[in-house]
């Protein structure tokens, strides 16, 4: 089993960059596909970007790629999401996801606002 602790949200301006880090403690996280989901009152989670085990792989949604870049460090056990160009309709909370054999665990998520 694995425990994900998200990190780096915050408040920031149309147009600016945040980074979010994902900690995971338990089993090593190279073991898992690890990704990032979002989540706003009243709407389904969605997929943000995922990276395979060994980082060879990237995914994203659509509204994403090409401002948002999905990274990961599996010698410190730790995934990044580095957002640029934020827009006012990336505001969500933000999970961060390991996944293996089909179970999937979820960190408890970080706000995440821009302004206009």
């Known amino acids: 089993q694995v425990q994900l602790v998200e990190s780096g949200g915050g408040l920031v301006q149309a147009g600016g960059s945040l980074r979010l880090s994902c900690a995971a403690s338990?089993?090593?996280?190279?073991?898992?596909?690890m990704g990032w989901f979002r989540q706003v009152p009243g709407k389904a989670r969605e997929f943000v970007a995922a990276i395979s085990r060994s980082g060879g792989y990237t995914y994203y949604a659509d509204s994403v790629k090409g401002r948002f870049t999905i990274s990961r460090f599996n010698a410190k056990n730790t995934v990044y999401l580095q957002m640029n160009s934020l827009k006012p309709e990336d505001t969500a909370v933000y999970y961060c996801?390991?996944?293996?054999?089909?179970?999937?665990?979820w960190g408890q998520g970080t706000q995440v606002t821009v302004s206009s």
């Open positions: 996801n390991a996944e293996v054999n089909a179970v999937h665990y």
């Open positions: 338990g089993r090593t996280v190279s073991s898992y596909r």
